[in-house]
């Protein structure tokens, strides 16, 4: 048998409080380097109770010897029981107040900013993801092809790819028109280009829309320009006449492709200098120069003719 009474417990201090002291402080919370989270704690609803309960017993406090009840529905151990819920709210945000005042353990994005504003750093403004999306519409077989406007705001979900991912949310930043024949547009494989006189100078082929054009090889194109400064008239490689207001090219030959619906047409090659223009650019090249011309730029490309030269092969 033990020799001390049946109401001393293993604690010692014989007054049934379960080896509770309520007298020592809790521990000061330790927080290591490199936490990610803090142990600001200094009870929870567990250890609050067990306190309450064991100062009933407790020599220091004889006016609570009275209060023998430890049932649940007792008035006192309700009274108490909801002090420990109080103590454990406030311990539990008051220790998520804390992480917030540490650049490692913040969760909070006000949080951050205020830590980083401390040292001058300012973050950038978060950029909302964007993506391409495609409407298709139904067909109203009752009625036209009409035009159906998606309002501004008109809200998307992403498909997740994975379980583990979640679905995103996307609005539309601004009025959208839509028709159920564009449901289904084919990919623009060609625009139409631009033509002035100097690409007509480059280029030996042209590509026109359609193959039911009726073009055959000797046919006359007339191309009409603008006529101005800008376009080429009057300057340098235009044809004699110094005009590329006008211009008139017959049909070196015709192309046809039905697949692309285009018909190509050849242009004709520049036509090879005259006799008299040979001759006044060979008595060019060898006469003295006049007064005031500098011989060395005869050769620059600013004085040489753009007409290309074609000496005829001897027979």
């Known amino acids: 048998m033990s020799d001390h009474p049946d109401h001393v417990n293993s604690g010692g201090c014989g007054c049934g409080c379960g080896g509770h002291d309520e007298r020592r402080a809790p521990g000061a919370p330790h927080n290591p380097p490199g936490r990610t989270a803090l142990d600001y704690r200094v009870g929870d609803y567990g250890s609050f109770l067990a306190a309450m309960l064991d100062r009933l017993a407790s020599p220091a406090y004889p006016a609570l010897r009275g209060l023998t009840v430890r049932t ?77 406007t998606i309002p501004r705001g008109a809200i998307s979900h992403s498909v997740p790819a994975a379980s583990d991912e979640e679905s995103q949310t996307f609005e539309t930043s601004e009025d959208l028109a839509a028709r159920w024949a564009w449901n289904e547009l084919a990919v623009r494989r060609r625009r139409p280009a631009l033509i002035g006189p100097d690409d007509l100078r480059r280029r030996s082929e042209l590509l026109l829309s359609g193959t039911s054009l009726g073009l055959t090889v000797g046919d006359k194109l007339l191309f009409v320009f603008g006529g101005t400064a800008e376009s080429g008239s009057g300057g340098q490689g235009a044809p004699p006449g110094g005009n590329w207001g006008r211009l008139l090219l017959p049909v070196a030959r015709v192309t046809v492709d039905r697949e692309e619906d285009v018909t190509a047409i050849g242009l004709p090659e520049s036509a090879p200098p005259s006799l008299k223009e040979l001759v006044d650019e060979v008595r060019r090249w060898i006469t003295d120069p006049e007064a005031g011309e500098d011989p060395d730029d005869w050769g620059t490309p600013s004085l040489r003719r753009t007409t290309p030269i074609r000496v005829p092969s001897a027979v």
Do not use: K, M, N, Q
Request: proline letters at 6%; hydrophobic letters at 45%; aromatic letters at 6%.
């Open 72 to 148: 649940p529905d007792d008035p006192a151990i309700g009274l108490l029981d909801a002090w420990a819920v109080l103590g454990d709210l406030l311990t539990f945000h008051s220790e998520r107040i804390a992480d917030e005042g540490y650049l490692r353990t913040a969760h909070d994005h006000r949080s951050l900013a205020l830590l980083g504003r401390l040292v001058g750093h300012v973050p950038r403004p978060g950029v909302a993801a964007d993506t391409h999306l495609a409407y298709t519409l139904d067909r109203d077989p009752r009625a036209e092809d009409v035009v159906v």
